[in-house]
């Protein structure tokens, strides 16, 4: 990408519109501002370059939007409590009773202190699992919708 992808002083409002919509496949808001446009077609740009919103950011948005689409007050639906350390998560697999003890950066299981709760799932079932969803800490998208 060259700097002149983001130089906007040749466009009137009508072609930064049209790059808005290029970037984001959708028109932009009706009353946007010149600055708006422009911001928004800058993060784009970095974003496709440098990366986006991490998971726990879009994840939030998604959250948030699902309240507005619910009618609800943005922020309004509980969220999924922080694991403090001391906690024990307790799970069952394969016949076998396991233990993990939260601590205040990472998990102890097996003697082991582990990065992830999804390492930890791998290593009790030899298959890639989402470590909080495993230890029953996220809602299936069935039980979220009800």
Same mark, same amino acid.
């Given at each position: 990408m ?13 072609? @930064?519109?049209? %790059? ?6 959708? &028109?932009?808001? =009706?009353?946007?501002s010149?600055d708006l +446009? ?13 990366g ?6 879009r ?8 309240d @507005?689409?619910? %009618? ?6 509980? &969220?999924?409590? =922080? ?5 024990? +998560?307790?799970r ?15 998990f ?19 298959a ?19």
């Amino acid at each position: 990408m060259s700097g002149s992808d983001l130089d906007f002083s040749d466009l009137d409002m009508k072609g @930064l519109r049209q %790059r808005w919509l290029t970037a984001f496949g959708n &028109r932009p808001p =009706a009353r946007a501002s010149r600055d708006l +446009l422009e911001l928004g077609v800058c993060w784009h740009s970095q974003s496709r370059k440098f990366g986006g919103l991490d998971r726990t950011t879009r994840e939030r948005i998604a959250e948030l939007v699902a309240d @507005l689409q619910a %009618r609800r007050k943005p922020g309004s639906t509980p &969220r999924r409590a =922080a694991l403090n350390p001391g906690v024990t +998560l307790v799970r069952e697999w394969g016949g076998r009773t396991f233990q993990v003890q939260v601590l205040e950066k990472g998990f102890l299981y097996d003697h082991k202190v582990w990065g992830s709760l999804s390492e930890i799932a791998r290593e009790i079932t030899s298959a890639r699992w989402n470590g909080p969803k495993f230890f029953g800490l996220r809602q299936t998208q069935k039980e979220a919708v009800r």
